[in-house]
Every structure is written in C-alpha cells, then in structure tokens.
C-alpha cells in the first residue's frame, strides 16, 4: 500500500514536472552598450520569465491566469487580468530575446511575442500580437499591454527628425496604452489622459439637399463634445459591447501629406505634439474605420495629457450616391489645424 502510494506521488510529480517544462520560458534581454547592470536584466528575465510561463499554463490548462507570487505591482496585475478577459493568448517561444528600452524611471520591452486566441469569433485581430512590458527600477513589473501594429510601431520610432528619440518613445508607449483602454474598457485610464478641459472633434457624413438638378453631395459635419459629454458617451458604448476591438495604422504625418508618418512637434509650442493615425473600431454592436488625430501637451512632463482628439470618416459617398470617396488630404486635420482649437 505503502509502495502504491510512493508510486501514484511520483508519477504525479512527474506529471507536474513535465507540464512545467512544456509551459516554461525563458527570456534574454539585450542591452546597449554601456548598460552593465546584470542584476536588475537577470531580475527582469525572471521577473516575465515566470509571467509568461504561467500565462502559458493557464491557456493550456483552461484556466485564469493565476497572479499570485508573479512580481508584478497591482496595476500591471489587472492589466494582465483584464487582458485575458477579453482574449487569451500564449507564448510559442521557449526562449525570448528582446531588446532593453531604457526610461527615467525605469525599463521597456517592447517585442514580446504572443499567439492570441479570441474567445468571441468577430474579434479579428488575428493571431499573432505582441506585448509591451515596462519595468521600474528595481525590476518589478509595473504594466502589460499590448504593443501597436508592429510595422507603425517602427515607422513612428524612426521617423521624423523634429521629435527626439526619448520623447517619440513616450508618446508612443502613451498610444500604446491609449489603444489598450479602449481594448479593456478602462474608463479611468481615459478620465486621466484626456485634459480637464480637452476638445473632442467627430466626423458625421451627411448628404446635402437635392441641388436643382436633383443632384446631391455628401459632406462631413463635425460634433464638438468636451471631456464629460465624451466620457459619458464613451461609459455608455463600453457598458453596450461585449467587446471593443481598436487598431492602429500608419496613414502618414498630417503635415507633408504622407510618407514619413507619425509625430509632429509644434512649431509654435515646443511642448504640443501631434499625432496622426488611421483608426479601425470593431466592436459587438458597431464597426467604423476614420482618421484620428491626438494633440499631446507635455507641458507636465510626467502626466502628458490629450488637448485635442478628432475623428473623421476615411471615406465619403460619392455624388448623388455613387461611389465612395476617399476624404481629401486637404481636409484631414494636422497639427496646424488643430492646435489653434485649444481652449
């Protein structure tokens, strides 16, 4: 009975060992020359080592991601929690190599790949995504989020020479986060990042009454709200979707009228920052594509805020309903245009 027992224990630790093995992932953090804090890059290669790897036992086993013991703080916790809410996903790599982002109080990485599984069919953002992860400076994980479309993500990094390197990183890991509350439904996060007194601009095409030839134009009308009614509007659509799907793309820099796409420093306002993306809304109730426009004031360096944000259609009807049009370069907002539109 003894023996049975000892054997039903091993065969039992052993199974454990073998799941553990095949959900297990390690991770290689490269740095620039001159980073030579080993310390805090094996910390970190734990840190997400252990995250991922549990990740990976959860999706095998069916099961909610377990936070307890990961060395994460609250807030990236919940991320990660409300993440998996929506989709659940796993990392295929048994080994991960990513490069380290220095911040000022801080780390990032920025390519940590995983395969999404959706668990609603009209969620379509495909099955490979990759994940940011910031660190503080001991180490300890601090957020979770899903990076941008990787090919915008490098376009807005390398590009445009007005925008320093350390400042494009920041706006581009505030998008990052920006996009990801729409994903979970964070109301706070929104109620944080757009100014006390932001301007929120959206686009409506409406056609215009029958000239006398019977002949009629469709014509973008704007709505002008401020950050409650928006706010207020926004509560409504995450409390009437089972879920909400944005992604963001490349559509050039709102200033040259393509090709370099992106980040816009102001000429008038060093601290004003325009940013210029085509937008894809999927959610359970309702789907739209537009331009949208983010007018970013660092003025508080360590709690930018959104000024201004507009949305316009990508597309117009054609004349008398023919066919759609794109909306003209023209009239797709940049920095120049918006900017003067700050209370």
């Not at 994460?72 to 048994?94: G, I, R």
């Not at 494009?168 to 944080?192: G, P, V």
């Not at 117009?316 to 023209?330: F, R």
Request: aromatic share 10%.
């Amino acid at each position: 009975m003894k023996d049975m027992t000892m054997r039903k224990f091993y065969l039992g630790f052993i199974a454990l060992l073998v799941s553990v093995c095949a959900n297990a992932v390690t991770v290689t953090i490269t740095t620039d020359d001159g980073f030579d804090n080993a310390a805090i890059i094996e910390k970190m290669q734990n840190n997400l080592g252990a995250v991922l790897t549990e990740i990976n036992a959860a999706y095998n086993g069916k099961r909610d991601v377990n936070t307890a013991g990961l060395q994460m703080d609250d807030h990236a916790k919940n991320m990660l929690v409300t993440l998996w809410s929506t989709v659940h996903f796993y990392c295929d790599d048994e080994e991960v190599v990513d490069r380290c982002w220095p911040l000022k109080n801080g780390y990032l990485l920025r390519q940590i790949p995983l395969i999404i599984d959706p668990q609603d069919e009209a969620f379509t953002s495909g099955t490979y995504q990759e994940a940011v992860i910031e660190f503080d400076k001991n180490g300890m994980i601090i957020d979770f989020r899903f990076a941008l479309d990787a090919q915008l993500s490098e376009s807005m990094e390398r590009c445009g020479s007005v925008v320093e390197t350390e400042r494009r990183m920041i706006i581009l890991d505030y998008i990052e986060q920006f996009r990801t509350a729409y994903c979970t439904k964070n109301i706070d996060f929104m109620e944080k990042i757009f100014s006390d007194d932001a301007l929120i601009i959206t686009g409506k095409v409406v056609m215009a009454k029958p000239n006398d030839l019977g002949q009629s134009n469709a014509k973008v009308v704007y709505n002008r709200q401020n950050k409650r009614q928006y706010l207020s509007n926004l509560r409504r659509a995450f409390l009437r979707n089972k879920y909400i799907e944005v992604k963001f793309s490349d559509i050039g820099d709102g200033e040259s009228g393509g090709g370099c796409p992106g980040i816009t420093q102001s000429r008038n306002n060093p601290n004003f920052y325009g940013v210029r993306l085509r937008q894809e809304w999927r959610s359970s109730s309702y789907s739209d594509e537009g331009y949208v426009f983010l007018l970013w004031d660092f003025r508080d360096e360590q709690n930018p805020v959104i000024q201004v944000r507009t949305w316009q259609p990508t597309m117009i009807a054609g004349a008398s309903g023919g066919q759609a049009q794109k909306l003209p370069d023209e009239e797709i907002f940049n920095i120049s245009s918006v900017e003067d539109m700050i209370p």
